[in-house]
């Protein structure tokens, strides 16, 4: 049985099927990438389960990543039409193989840990280094993560440090949300954003 979840893509009713017979309603690929421990893994496993279960984990014991995860989401819109979604998580000890996944994406999504200090500055190199290889026009997202944690640097501080009007002059569809993946804050806002971007492919 379907099970629904509220509050997204502007107020419709969306669930997830297994059914094989729905009509696909286009697909997305996205591409996840961002630093060892910056919470990549947990934040995909946290969307999964809110989608089928409409409950957040409570708990993620995983490694980190060290090469490639793939998951598909597939999401009901309505009786007849399923939105395809295929994540591409790429764990942070392949930084130097990203770019070999960037013209298969359609959306990027990187994650910051925004608690760790140490990390913050090579984040920050690496993201402008990626958005200066992207050869075309994608949706892209960065996500401070890790909002839970006591010492964490605002989204003020962070567009700070990355230039924002000038980034956002250059890739307009530059986004910035925050989240815990372990409280589950900033999920439900993630799935809007795939679904609304998803709908434009």
């Not at 017979?21 to 809110?50: E, F, H, P, R």
């Not at 090469?67 to 994540?87: A, C, F, M, T, Y």
Request: glycine share 6%; aromatic share 6%; net charge positive.
């Amino acid at each position: 049985m379907s099970k629904s979840i509220p509050n997204v893509n502007n107020g419709a009713t969306t669930s997830l099927t297994s059914s094989q017979s729905s009509m696909s309603d286009g697909s997305g690929d996205v591409l996840v990438l961002g630093l060892t421990n910056t919470g990549k893994s947990y934040l995909i496993k946290q969307i999964k389960s809110y989608i089928q279960n409409k409950t957040f984990l409570s708990s993620y014991s995983g490694l980190p990543t060290n090469g490639v995860n793939l998951e598909e989401l597939s999401i009901q819109i309505n009786k007849k039409k399923v939105r395809k979604i295929k994540i591409r998580e790429i764990g942070g000890s392949l930084l130097l193989s990203w770019h070999r996944y960037y013209e298969d994406c359609k959306i990027l999504i990187y994650v910051i840990d925004s608690s760790n200090s140490l990390q913050m500055s090579a984040s920050c190199i690496e993201l402008l280094n990626l958005l200066s290889k992207l050869k075309d026009s994608k949706q892209f997202l960065i996500i401070l993560n890790k909002k839970d944690s006591p010492k964490t640097f605002s989204t003020e501080i962070f567009k700070h440090l990355i230039r924002w009007k000038e980034l956002k002059e250059t890739v307009p569809s530059l986004e910035i949300m925050e989240s815990s993946a372990f409280k589950g804050d900033g999920i439900i806002e993630i799935i809007d954003f795939l679904l609304k971007t998803t709908s434009t492919i």
